[in-house]
Structure formats: C-alpha cells, structure tokens
C-alpha cells in the first residue's frame, strides 16, 4: 500500500509561482510512476506531469512543459510540482498519484491518489 498526501495549495494571482507537495509513505520502488493530475469543476481529470521514482524520466502535459516542473526528493520521500506563470485556468485540484512502471498518461493507469490540494488563480 501507498499513501499520499498533497500539500502547498492556496490562492494566488495570475503570474504567481507555487510548488505543491505530495509526500508518500508506504512501499514504493524504483520503479514505481509518480503524476499529478488536475480537475477544474465541471471538468475530467487531466494529466500535469509525471516521473519515474528513480528520477530517470520525467514526462509532461504538451500544453504545460515549459511553465511546470516535476521532481523529487528520495530523502523525503516527496515529489514537488513547482507552478510558474500560473494562469487563471489552472485554477483546479491537483492531485498526486503512484503506479508501478508502464504507461501514465490516464488517470485509469494509476494505483493510488492523495486527497488533493486545491490551487485557485485569480486574474
């Protein structure tokens, strides 16, 4: 079993930076796949970014690269997802998951899910 927990949302401005955590505990490997999703109200869940939990790969939503980036801390068993030049719509709760290697892109693929962490943008 793996748990998850979000942390570090809030209430920003348009063009504010935040970096969300996911903290795990359980029995996670090398290669297990660690995301974060997101959901806007009214929305389906959406793919940010993912990372294998060695640290080799790290894979992102097209329309994001460039403005979020994922990583992690072996040490703490934490995954971060640092949000720069947020933009009302990304306005959504962000939620981490886990699975054990293979494809990452559905939330369908994965295993386990934290609670959430909401992020609202105002313009």
């Known amino acids: 079993q793996v748990q998850l927990v979000e942390s570090g949302g809030g209430l920003v401005q348009a063009g504010d930076s935040l970096r969300v955590s996911c903290a795990a505990s359980?029995?996670?490997?090398?290669?297990?796949?660690m995301g974060w999703f997101r959901q806007a109200p009214g929305k389906e869940r959406e793919f940010v970014a993912a990372l294998t939990w060695d640290g080799w790969r790290t894979y992102y939503a097209d329309s994001l690269k460039g403005r979020f980036a994922i990583s992690r801390d072996n040490t703490k068993n934490t995954v971060y997802l640092q949000m720069n030049s947020l933009k009302p719509e990304d306005t959504a709760v962000y939620y981490c998951s886990a699975k054990r290697g293979g494809s990452y892109r559905l939330p369908s693929d994965y295993e386990y899910w934290g609670q959430g962490t909401q992020v609202t943008v105002s313009s």
């Open positions: 359980g029995r996670i490997f090398s290669n297990y796949v």
